[in-house]
């Protein structure tokens, strides 16, 4: 196989495409409102910085164990312990690089191109590509409005093979729902009866509008949890995520980490410890993330855009733009230029519907959103 017959499957990152445009406006003297990069505009909290400080003076800058430090799977797993009542072997947490990190390790191993990968469209764009970075099939699985953006065993009817690997994420990027117990549960016992394996993306988990989010392990051991530092704990450049998995696959998944990344970032790993222990911080950070969504959405439906279901957790707020007749490229091309304001357009998540959705993100601050706002009310009026 050449190498272009595997990186012609992967599509562009849109949205970094229209950050990256963004940038060189703001280069030239424009004054552009961001609302389309998915990352947490706040500061890592100061406590887990100090402890990165202090890691780098006590020397813990070499290789660490190749599924991390063993205080951190400790901790981690004192924090289900003491966040979800779920009792987890330490052992089976695996830290790693990023959630990506976690997601590649798991789709080197439970995938090839006998295998199928199943995600949902809308859903994060950067799934569908670990899947073709191993050449196995990759099924996209239209969820909307109807379903309530949801993954349902309803799904699965009619098709001829049962996905090797289901992967979702609650909350949800980009819709920002948050699955109901019951429909991962369902998921779960239906794709375990056949063979096949649930992930659930929780990077989201603790970014909740609607109260706690339970962790899918308070479900089922052998659902594959996916989780990281990055989003809640406002750490998207330290590279940290985890992943609980069941006992079989802590080896496999040691020897390909050993040999693609050796250990995670021993630092990071460091500064970690003392992230669980940032309460106040993060649920400052939190309540600060609602404030804005409390505002931006009732905002957007006022200004024309509908949005099919209320987002409950993450950062993000999927709107329609079906009422003005533009393909949503052409839709956030036409924002970012003349209103200067920067979305994302719903094809970086999928195909269905994708030309008359866009994603706002409300990780910027309220001021911001509310002169995003203003400038869209004024630009919307000429279309």
Request: include cysteine.
């Amino acid at each position: 196989m050449r190498v272009t017959e595997r990186t012609d499957k992967i599509t562009p990152f849109y949205v970094m495409e229209v950050l990256e445009q963004a940038k060189a406006m703001e280069a030239q003297g424009e004054d552009i409102v961001h609302m389309e990069v998915g990352e947490p505009d706040f500061a890592t909290p100061l406590s887990i910085k100090e402890e990165a400080f202090r890691a780098i003076g006590e020397n813990h800058t070499f290789y660490t164990h190749s599924l991390g430090l063993p205080n951190l799977r400790v901790r981690i797993s004192r924090y289900y312990q003491e966040t979800e009542g779920v009792e987890v072997d330490p052992e089976r947490i695996i830290v790693t690089n990023g959630t990506s990190g976690a997601l590649l390790l798991l789709c080197a191993l439970l995938l090839d191109r006998n295998r199928i990968l199943a995600i949902t469209d809308p859903g994060y764009p950067c799934y569908k590509n670990f899947g073709f970075f191993v050449d196995a099939g990759v099924l996209s699985l239209p969820v909307s409005e109807e379903t309530r953006f949801e993954v349902g065993v309803d799904h699965f009817t009619g098709l001829p093979h049962v996905p090797d690997i289901v992967l979702i994420s609650s909350p949800s990027n980009p819709t920002g729902i948050v699955y109901r117990e019951e429909t991962i549960s369902q998921l779960h016992e239906f794709l375990s009866s056949r063979g096949g394996i649930l992930i659930v993306d929780e990077i989201y988990a603790g970014l909740s509008y609607i109260g706690k989010v339970k962790t899918s392990l308070t479900i089922a051991d052998d659902i594959i949890v996916v989780n990281g530092f990055s989003k809640m704990y406002a750490m998207t450049g330290w590279r940290l995520g985890w992943m609980v998995v069941p006992y079989s696959l802590i080896r496999p998944i040691q020897k390909l980490a050993q040999n693609i990344f050796i250990s995670p970032p021993s630092i990071s790993q460091y500064a970690a410890m003392r992230a669980f222990d940032a309460k106040e911080d993060l649920e400052n950070m939190r309540k600060t993330y609602e404030e804005r969504r409390n505002f931006l959405l009732p905002k957007l439906k006022e200004l024309g855009f509908r949005i099919p279901i209320n987002p409950e957790g993450a950062f993000y707020i999927y709107a329609s733009i079906e009422r003005w007749g533009l393909d949503s490229m052409s839709f956030v091309m036409k924002a970012l230029q003349e209103a200067k304001v920067a979305i994302t357009p719903g094809y970086d998540f999928g195909s269905f519907r994708a030309s008359s959705y866009v994603r706002f993100s409300y990780a910027n601050s309220l001021d911001m959103l509310r002169e995003g706002c203003k400038r869209l009310e004024l630009w919307l009026q000429s279309l």
